[in-house]
Each structure stands twice: as structure tokens, then as C-alpha cells.
């Protein structure tokens, strides 16, 4: 059985970078379907008590994690689950560091659906949103790693990948809808 769990858990890692949309999709996609939907951060925030909002400022990213796969494990009740959040993120520096590859691993993830978009785009999201200014650069560097790294650990652990380039309109969810039925997870 799948991570010695009694019950079959179906996992779909929702990735992106900041501001990609991840959040949206994923309560339009629970809405329409009724899947689980957990954010990452806001698991990680419950127990260690740090905010991810404007800053995205991580202090313990290792721990982090932990506190992450823990609770997943914890959620014995739950067949099918969204869990969206990030294979790479800032540290306290603005430099893009990418997430242990054994985190993924030891959530027992099923799928990964990375969202993309313009990161011109990403970049006034994140502005309007957090009210704090954004290098393209930086975030153009974080949305290059995130698929980088999306695609090694798609490859290592043998899950499927589907990249979907975000249109902010209902074809965003009918699009990861039919992928997720293909794929099994509802």
C-alpha cells in the first residue's frame, strides 16, 4: 500500500511560483469537483506560526518541509487531495533556493500540475497583491528554476507532469479537471 497508509490517498501537487494563480484554480477546481484543497504555506504557517505574505521570507525551509509532510501524513480521512506550494522559493536574500527533492518524495505524490504565466504578468499580480515591488529578474529566475525543478522531480520519482500556461478563464479549470480525471485522482 502507498506509504503504508490503510486508505489509497491520490495526491496532486499544484505548482507555480508566486503569484501564478494556484490559490484561485485550486478553490474554482474544489468547487466544481469537491477535491481537498490544502496550501502548503498555510499548513506550515498553522504550526510554526510565520507569515508567507508579502515577504515570502522563509527562515527554516527544512523544517518547513517536515512540518508539511507531517500534517499530509495526518490527514487520514482525506482520498484526494490538492496541495498546492512551491519546488523553489527565495531565501532571506532574494536568491532562489529549490526545495529537497525527498519532500516530494515523501508526500507520495501522484501528480504535478505546474502553473505558468507571463511573468510580466506575475510580476503587476504580485505588486497589486503584496504592494511591494518585484525585480522581473528575480521572479523571471524563480518561474525558470520552478520548471526546472518540477520537471527533474517529475523524472526522478516517476510522476506525471502536465505544464499548464494559465488563462485566467473557466478553461483553466476544465483543462486541469480532464487532466486529473485521466490521471485518476477524481
Do not use: W
Not at 477535491?35 to 502548503?40: G, T, V
Not at 526546472?148 to 505544464?163: C, D, F, G, R, W
Amino acid at each position: 500500500m502507498k506509504g503504508g497508509n490503510f486508505m489509497l490517498k491520490k495526491l496532486c501537487f499544484i505548482a507555480g511560483i508566486y503569484g501564478v494563480g494556484k490559490t484561485t484554480l485550486c478553490e474554482k477546481i474544489k468547487n466544481k469537483v469537491g477535491i481537498e484543497f490544502f496550501s502548503a504555506s498555510d499548513i506550515i504557517s498553522q504550526v510554526n506560526g510565520e507569515k508567507y505574505g508579502k515577504n515570502k521570507l522563509v527562515k527554516n525551509e527544512k523544517r518547513n518541509q517536515e512540518i508539511l509532510i507531517s500534517k499530509i501524513k495526518k490527514l487520514k480521512d482525506v482520498e484526494k487531495i490538492l496541495l498546492n506550494g512551491h519546488f523553489c522559493i527565495f531565501d532571506n536574500n532574494n536568491y532562489v533556493i529549490q526545495l529537497p527533492i525527498d519532500t516530494y518524495s515523501a508526500l507520495d505524490i501522484d501528480l504535478i500540475i505546474l502553473l505558468e504565466r507571463d511573468t510580466k504578468e506575475i510580476v503587476r499580480e504580485l505588486i497589486q497583491r503584496d504592494n511591494k515591488k518585484y525585480l522581473f529578474q528575480d521572479i523571471e529566475q524563480l518561474k525558470i528554476k520552478e520548471k526546472e525543478t518540477a520537471i527533474m522531480v517529475s523524472k526522478q520519482l516517476n510522476i506525471p507532469l502536465h505544464i499548464h500556461n494559465m488563462t485566467f478563464d473557466e478553461s483553466d479549470e476544465n483543462t486541469i479537471i480532464s487532466f486529473l480525471e485521466k490521471e485518476g485522482v477524481i
